[in-house]
């Protein structure tokens, strides 16, 4: 069956009257996600959502896993001081775009002038594995390492969660624990956001467990790893987690024993 073709909408600004959201606000909320196409069609165009509530249109672009505009996105993001000449909407950065499993139709909207993001090397961003990396400086002592995840899933997202794991694993490679526990999290308390309520499945707490351990198995052969899960997950403390509480809260952690 061949998927259906986008939806042009040709989308108004969000209303005037809308209460301007403060540098540094944390916003959350569930839209259909919108692409401006200031690229015509290469993919490196602006990533749109609409919080409904608030009537606040907002430039999500510079999540670490993007948007799939034929289903629902959790947003989570700081509202940034950037000013909006480049996508034509409020910014969001730090922010983060959850694929939820609601089907939307197609947002698609023209440039209208604006001139779109251009690729940037991201700050997360790996060397090629024949690159020799540094060898972290002791002593070495017990240590942790967090790993994050989008909302409900267990799968490592591109270029963020390499950056995390090759860091861990550079680490661990010069300390040599004697094993590694990896636990995994899942934030199974329900919140209430544009109207709906949504919480984690208790399951995928150990399926994080399980996707990091397996990854460590083969990153670092020989290495003993256990796996533990938790539900209930608490915020942490990780400047890797961009000062969103609730990306914290969605990780598994590498805890390095000697």
Not at 82 to 99: D, F
Not at 161 to 180: E, G
Not at 228 to 249: F, H, K, L
Request: net charge neutral; charged share 25%.
């Amino acid at each position: 069956m061949k998927p259906a073709l986008p939806v042009l909408l040709f989308a108004l600004a969000a209303p005037l009257s809308a209460q301007a959201q403060q540098t540094g606000d944390l916003v959350r909320f569930i839209s259909c996600p919108i692409y401006r196409d200031t690229d015509a069609g290469r993919k490196s165009g602006c990533w749109l959502a609409d919080d409904h509530a608030t009537g606040i249109r907002y430039d999500v672009s510079e999540s670490p896993y993007k948007p799939d505009w034929n289903y629902e996105v959790l947003v989570e993001g700081r509202v940034s001081d950037e000013p909006v000449t480049a996508c034509g909407a409020k910014v969001l950065n730090a922010v983060r775009t959850s694929r939820l499993d609601t089907p939307c139709p197609r947002h698609l909207i023209p440039a209208e002038g604006y001139a779109g993001r251009r690729f940037v090397l991201p700050r997360r961003n790996i060397d090629p594995l024949f690159v020799p990396r540094k060898t972290p400086p002791g002593p070495y002592a017990e240590r942790v390492f967090p790993v994050y995840f989008e909302f409900d899933r267990d799968f490592l997202v591109y270029q963020y969660d390499d950056w995390l794991i090759d860091n861990a694993a550079t680490w661990i490679r010069a300390a040599r624990p004697k094993k590694l526990v990896v636990t995994g999290f899942a934030a199974t308390d329900p919140v209430t956001l544009s109207g709906r309520t949504i919480a984690e499945r208790p399951e995928v707490a150990k399926e994080r467990a399980e996707a990091i351990a397996e990854t460590m198995r083969r990153l670092l052969p020989g290495m003993p790893v256990e796996t533990r899960w938790e539900t209930g997950a608490q915020p942490i403390d990780d400047p890797e987690a961009d000062a969103i509480p609730s990306q914290s809260q969605r990780r598994a952690e590498i805890r390095a024993l000697f």
